[in-house]
């Protein structure tokens, strides 16, 4: 564990408004109470080996917006945070019923994305420091040796391919015990994969060709709705509404009256909210590819007409993701605003909480310094504040203000185990 | 969790010599297999809630020396690893067979100890912060109502009575799930703690009334030797020796000829490695009480004939230990040389590891200005250097030298486990 120098620490400047204070303030309150609900949930349902959640928070209202289950970025994570990723990895292979000595990372296929090459580095360096032989077993098409891969810092990271024997996966003659997928297989699950006689974590058919937003959203709310109970509040303070539409063609314009009929009956339902909360904002909704990652496959909306009045340039945009994939489902999720603001003049923010088991590891925020509060900010021009998450997010402190970092970081904590709660679910229904 | 500056956190400067840095190599060489080999004993005997243990690094040699399963002093970690702690108190206590949700502390009587009250105070923040309703139930005799004891830093501690009800322990009108014993019942298991319905941890027969340091290090001599298998290194260099004697009386001189037999019988033993590895240094031993704790009765003896001229004062010294008890039992153990020391000029030191659960979370040195390489300096006039460990010992870095801090840190974490699987196999006897 590496100690940071309060330099190297940028600090957040929000200006939060509404009802916030008093979730965070519920939350700090009920602390004991939520833990314990917490530990009664993952009693019941085992949770993913790690996860990422996007959230938004808008003062009145914080929830998360993505939960990806094969998550890059680790590369982001404060340093300090390393042992605990260490220690929860420890944790999490440990309570498998056969020993683990051994695991091999099954990456994404790139090569010269060097965040990504940082990222897998990382998880590599995290897995070894926890006491297991780890190697890079890359699916990447053609693969026949082992490949190189100088990161610019002195540091070099080595892929290998990845081969089938019988029912096994090897990396060279190294026969993994456990592969962990660091790729999200947004173009189906290769042959290779199917009927592995090995531990696979996640499970293959959690990747993007078989999950939808839309159902992982599902079992988010009713996560929301018990944890909300739980607390007596409103779960629209930690739920963002959404419908969604099972078959469009952005290209042919098919499912349009869907989309707009949609858009439509969410941005009432969110105006509705708003005139109850007193929230003066204007109400948007994202329309976003119901299988989409990396930020491709989203677009705001602010009425029911935008929906008809796409350009040939915008469809475009919407029709295909990442590999190509062809969008044929979307989900229209409720807007929210950030209303973080990273620096002076303030960039727009969002922050990012890591989980590997059911620990909450560490975070960062995305900053885009082109975007508004009410816009995507997973797109290029993004950067990553490293370092933001100067404390961790299992330390509440009671003595602070329930807005002091220690206690903002607990309630994004919070809400991030509540989206990995409702991935659990998710995978537990497979 | 809080990011240290450079400045608090002093550098440890040391001057190692002979082969502890092979020892230090071959750990990190293996140290999958040693991670491997720890995971293969925790899956088979279940380890104690949370131990400290005190090392004794000669340079040559690297040793636990005292393992303390009630442990003090958590004030004395950095505050870094606080989150380490949190996260693996909640590992510890998920594991239990029954849902906990609260707990109570039961510590010593002190209640003008400042640094044990300190340690109280953190304890309770770190049970309260990994989710548990944390209250501390004193067994002070005649207290009858909460005492709220003011600790000069503005912070206060609550000292309540713990009285039984039927089978359960209640704290007033509390009753915790689980008792945490941080108590090491010195004077005997009080009648009200036989029988309880509730969780205890760790169990009441580890307390000192109960328990003998030869038998601990019986277990560890076992541990140490098929560690020492799995390394191909000689066990010698990571065990201390010792003898014991069953019946001593030191006012009556009872027990003379079997302690000076041990002695002597010890010295030559020890003298015989010294010249296997050419060691310069005179060989000594430790005679301590085999229920010893807080560094009383304990001393350091040169030569067999040194055990007849014990002086008046110093048989006296020998002769009782913490809250009046009568030696009746010593273990004569090997002095192991401290080759570490503290500062300009330098400073005595020691390391102390803490572990919770099978993970280490933290550690510092006990530093004695006035005490030389072979002597006992957990007694007065030592203090702690606390923000010593500045990295996390579950870290090892094969970039750097083998001698460098982090893989330091990783060896000591090592050597402390191995403490804690003697530990737990002793438990396990019970």
């Known amino acids: 564990m590496v100690a940071a120098t309060a330099e190297v620490v940028p600090r957040l400047t929000t ?4 009802p916030l204070n008093s979730i965070e303030s519920t939350i700090l309150d009920y602390q004991a109470r939520i833990e314990s609900w917490f530990r009664s949930q993952w009693r019941k349902t085992s949770v993913p080996l790690y996860a990422s959640v996007d ?3 808008a003062g009145y209202k914080i929830a998360p917006v993505d939960t990806n289950l094969f998550p890059g970025g680790f590369n982001n994570l404060n340093p300090v945070f390393e042992s605990l990723c260490i220690q929860a990895v ?5 309570r498998l019923d056969r020993p683990v000595d051994s695991v091999s990372i099954v990456p994404e296929n790139h090569t010269r994305n060097k965040p990504y090459l940082e990222n897998l580095a990382v998880l590599q360096r995290i897995f070894e420091k926890a006491g297991f032989e780890t190697r890079i077993g890359s699916v990447i098409p053609g693969l026949d040796k082992e490949m190189q891969i100088e990161m610019g810092n002195g540091s070099s990271i080595c892929l290998e391919p ?4 019988g029912s096994s996966l090897l990396v060279n003659d190294f026969r993994p015990d456990l592969l962990i997928l660091n790729n999200d297989l947004s173009s189906g699950i290769p042959d290779f994969l199917q009927g592995v006689d090995q ?15 839309s159902v992982h959203f599902s079992f988010y709310r009713d996560v929301a709705q018990e944890f909300a109970a739980l607390l007596d509040i409103d779960p629209w303070f930690i739920d963002p509404m959404f419908r969604n539409c099972g078959e469009v063609d952005f290209m042919k314009r098919a499912g349009e009256s869907c989309l707009s009929r949609n858009v439509e009956s969410l941005l009432k339902a969110v105006q509705k909210k708003y005139d109850e909360y007193g929230v ?8 976003k590819a119901d299988s989409g990652t990396y930020g491709m496959g989203v677009m705001p909306i602010h009425s029911a007409e935008e929906v008809h009045d796409l350009n040939r340039k915008q469809r475009t945009k919407m029709a295909t993701i990442k590999e190509g994939q062809k969008v044929t489902k979307a989900i229209i999720q409720e807007g929210i605003y950030t209303h973080e603001t990273w620096g002076t003049p303030g960039r727009v923010a969002e922050p990012v909480v890591y989980l590997i088991d059911q620990n909450v590891v560490g975070g960062f925020y995305r900053v885009h310094p082109q975007r508004a509060t009410n816009e995507n900010l997973n797109s290029p021009g993004m950067y990553f ?9 299992n330390s509440p402190d009671k003595e602070q203000s329930p807005d002091a970092h220690p206690n903002r970081f607990y309630t994004y904590g919070v809400i991030a185990r509540l989206a990995l709660l409702a991935a659990a679910r998710e995978t537990k229904s497979l």
Chains 1, 2 share one sequence.
């Open 15 to 18: 200006a939060l408004s509404g």
């Open 55 to 57: 959230l938004r928070n």
């Open 90 to 94: 420890q944790s999490a292979l440990e």
């Open 162 to 165: 990845l081969r089938r024997q």
């Open 199 to 213: 531990f696979v974590m996640p499970p293959v058919n959690l990747g993007w060709s078989d999950r939808l937003k």
């Open 280 to 287: 003066s904002n204007d109400p948007f909704v994202m329309i």
């Open 385 to 393: 504040e490293r370092l933001a998450f100067d404390e961790c997010c």
